[in-house]
């Protein structure tokens, strides 16, 4: 079955630093991949997603890239606020099942960064 | 509504009682999803409504669990004999269609006691 695994939590950072949040999958086919922003009293917000192989997703600073070759999608950005602090969720939909919006989460990295 | 509403907020209920959680999803938004989000893991899918019909309940864990969408708009969850290991934020999310990315809602965090 599909499963998606990200780097253990939780990560801090101070401000301007550079983050890298690491995702890898394991899927059958092509996945859609996702990442999700959880900020604090708040519900799960899309953050950027790619469709196909070497696509970059990109939103508010933040980028990741669908490498096909290492099944990953790491989420990257140059220089974090104090407000990107909150819980990074990766995911997947099965581009051959029922529903794009079938998706299989990873366990979630909480991210907080300092002033 | 602007946003997928869920409620209550919070649920506490005590072991083996009936519960109901209601999702109100984005006008227009034909498709309905609902996740169980345990502490400290991702959301797991339980079932996805395509209209009024349930198009893919394969998460549902048994058969305490079901959901209904009888219009097509609002959806419940309904889970009989609670236990303790039901406790969780139950997510609801809803799309445009099938194909496009769920907007989700804020949870509604069940206490089973």
């Known amino acids: 079955g599909n499963s998606v695994t990200q780097m253990e939590g939780p990560v801090t950072l101070s401000e301007e630093a550079f983050l890298t949040i690491n995702c890898t999958y394991t899927?059958?086919?092509?996945?859609?991949l996702f990442w999700y922003v959880q900020y604090p009293g708040e519900g799960l917000q899309l953050l950027l997603k790619a469709t196909k192989a070497d696509d970059k997703g990109s939103n508010k600073g933040f980028e990741a890239t669908y490498r096909k070759e290492t099944t990953s999608f790491h989420l990257e950005k140059g220089s974090v606020q104090v407000s990107d602090s909150a819980v990074y969720f990766c995911a997947l939909s099965d581009a051959g099942g029922t529903s794009y919006g079938k998706l299989t989460f990873g366990q979630g990295t909480i991210l907080t960064v300092h002033p | 509504g602007a946003g997928v509403s869920q409620t209550p907020s919070n649920k506490v209920t005590e072991k083996g009682k009936y519960v109901e959680l209601r999702c109100d999803p984005i006008s227009g938004h034909t498709a309905l999803y609902w996740y169980r989000q345990s502490l400290g893991q991702g959301p797991e899918f339980l079932i996805y409504?395509?209209?009024?019909?349930?198009?893919?309940d394969s998460g549902l864990p048994n058969d305490r669990f079901f959901a209904v969408r009888p219009e097509g708009s609002v959806s419940t969850l309904k889970i009989q004999r609670t236990e303790r290991g039901d406790s969780a934020v139950y997510l609801c999310?809803?799309?445009?269609?099938?194909?496009?990315?769920?907007?989700f809602g804020s949870g509604t965090r069940l206490t089973v006691v």
């Open positions: 409504f395509q209209g009024t019909g349930a198009a893919d």
């Open positions: 899927a059958t086919g092509y996945p859609s």
């Open positions: 999310a809803s799309s445009p269609s099938g194909q496009g990315s769920p907007t």
